[in-house]
C-alpha cells in the first residue's frame, strides 16, 4: 500500500510538472542599445555612429536624415556598411526637392532613409556608416536594436506600412497617421527627420508623442545648416487601426520636417512537441520508459 501511494505521489508530480502553462504565442519586443551621431558634410567624413547591445538576436535599425546645401538634387543613401559585417537593408526612404532649413536661411533638398539589419551577435561598438550617392551639408543620425523581433521578416506585414508625411516649412508637429499592423505584439516606431537645429533651432530637445516613449536623437548643426533626427516607440499587444505618431510639441523653428510610421513585430517562438502520457500498468513517461524500472515500453503510443 505504501507503494502504491508512493507511485501515486511521484506520478502526480510528474504530471504536474509536465503540465507547462499556456505561453505567449510571441516574445517579448524590448529596445536594447540605442546611440546617435552626426557628420558635417563638408567634407563628409563617414564618422557613423557607434552602437553597443546587450542581447543577440537583435533587430538593428539605423535612420539616416542629410540636407543638401543649396540644392534641389537630394542626395540619397547608396549603402549601409559596419564594423560587425552585417548585411543591410533598406526599409524606407523619402526626399524633398526644397525644403526650409535652419532658421529659414535657406530652401535644400533633404533625404530621410530607414535601414535595417539582423545582428546574430551582441554588438560592442559596432560603428555604422552609411555610403551616399553624393555630397551632403549635414547629415545626422539615430541607431537602436531591438531584440525578441521576427529576424527575417521583422517588419509588420500591413500593406499600409511604412506611412511618411512631411511639411516644407512652417511652425507644426511633425505627425503621421494611418499605422495599422496585422500583429498583435509589435512595437511602433515614430521617425522624424528636420532641417531644424533641435525643436527650435537653438538646441531645444524634441518631446515625444503621448502613449510613446523617446528611443534617442540627434541634433548636428555643425555645418552651413543643420540636420536632426528623432525616433521613438510605443509596445502594444494588440492589432492596432489608423492610430498616429508624433512628437509632442511643434517645431517652433518653422523648418522642414518627415515624419515617418512604422512597426516591428514579434518573434513566434519554436512549436514544441510532446509524447502521449497514458497509464497502462504503469505510468509511460516521454522517452518510453516505465515508471518504477528502467525497462523500456513500446513506442507505439
Same mark, same amino acid.
Given at each position: 500500500?505504501?507503494?502504491?501511494? *508512493?507511485?501515486? !505521489? !511521484? ?5 504536474? /510538472? ?38 543577440? $538576436? ?9 540636407? $543638401? ?38 530652401? $535644400? /533638398?533633404?533625404?530621410?532613409? !530607414? ?42 506585414? $500591413? ?12 511652425? *507644426? ?14 512595437? !511602433? ?28 536623437? *540627434? ?47 514579434? /518573434? ?34
Amino acid at each position: 500500500m505504501r507503494g502504491g501511494k *508512493s507511485l501515486f !505521489i !511521484i506520478a502526480f508530480s510528474l504530471l504536474a /510538472a509536465l503540465s507547462v502553462a499556456p505561453h505567449s504565442a510571441f516574445a517579448a519586443l524590448s529596445l536594447d542599445g540605442h546611440a546617435n551621431g552626426g557628420d558635417d558634410g563638408a567634407p563628409f567624413s563617414g564618422a557613423g555612429v557607434t552602437l553597443t547591445t546587450t542581447d543577440a $538576436n537583435d533587430v538593428v535599425v539605423f535612420e539616416i536624415f542629410n540636407e $543638401n546645401d543649396g540644392s534641389n538634387i537630394p542626395t540619397t543613401v547608396s549603402s549601409v556598411s559596419d564594423s560587425a559585417g552585417l548585411t543591410w537593408h533598406l526599409r524606407t526612404a523619402t526626399t524633398s526637392p526644397a525644403m526650409q532649413q535652419y532658421a529659414d536661411e535657406g530652401v $535644400n /533638398a533633404t533625404d530621410m532613409e !530607414i535601414w535595417w539589419a539582423h545582428a546574430p551577435a551582441q554588438l560592442s561598438s559596432d560603428t555604422i556608416v552609411p555610403t551616399l550617392s553624393g555630397t551632403t551639408d549635414c547629415i545626422s543620425y539615430v541607431a537602436f536594436g531591438v531584440n525578441g523581433a521576427n529576424t527575417a521578416t521583422p517588419w509588420d506585414t $500591413n500593406g499600409s506600412l511604412p506611412t511618411i508625411a512631411s511639411s516644407a516649412s512652417g511652425v *507644426s508637429t511633425p505627425s503621421v497617421s494611418g499605422i495599422s499592423t496585422a500583429e498583435a505584439n509589435t512595437m !511602433i516606431l515614430g521617425f522624424m527627420g528636420t532641417g531644424s537645429y533641435g525643436s527650435d533651432d537653438d538646441a531645444a530637445p524634441f518631446v515625444d508623442g503621448s502613449g510613446y516613449t523617446s528611443i534617442d536623437s *540627434s541634433l548636428f548643426g555643425a555645418c552651413a545648416f543643420a540636420a536632426s533626427t528623432f525616433a521613438e516607440y510605443e509596445l502594444v499587444s494588440s492589432a492596432q487601426s489608423n492610430i498616429p505618431a508624433e512628437l509632442g510639441a511643434p517645431l517652433t523653428s518653422g523648418d522642414g520636417w518627415f515624419m515617418i510610421g512604422d512597426a516591428i513585430q514579434a /518573434a513566434s517562438p519554436p512549436a514544441t512537441t510532446g509524447r502521449v502520457i497514458r497509464l497502462v500498468g504503469g505510468l509511460r513517461i516521454v522517452g518510453g520508459v516505465r515508471l518504477g524500472g528502467t525497462s523500456p515500453v513500446s513506442p507505439g503510443y
